[in-house]
């Protein structure tokens, strides 16, 4: 049973979503010739808040603050 975990930002919309989903669906069905049924895909949506890279969220990042968690 094929198991695709996708983490990303939130701020999508609810087409943009299932869209992915499909697709991934689709993707691991084509190239490995799973069955349909045996495919999951779990898709989390994380607030820019709450993800950190290089000691600065994503919000922060956006919103030009580069140098926090820095000193």
Partial sequence: MPLIEVTLTTG???E?????????????ERS???PS????VILREV???????GGVTLAE???????????
């Fill in 12 to 14: 999508r919309s609810p």
């Fill in 16 to 28: 943009q979503l299932r869209t992915l989903l499909g697709e991934l669906h689709s993707a691991v």
């Fill in 32 to 34: 490995i010739g799973a």
């Fill in 37 to 40: 049924h045996s495919i999951r």
């Fill in 47 to 53: 607030s820019p808040d709450h993800w950190l890279s």
């Fill in 61 to 71: 990042k956006t919103a030009g603050i580069e140098s926090a968690g820095s000193g």
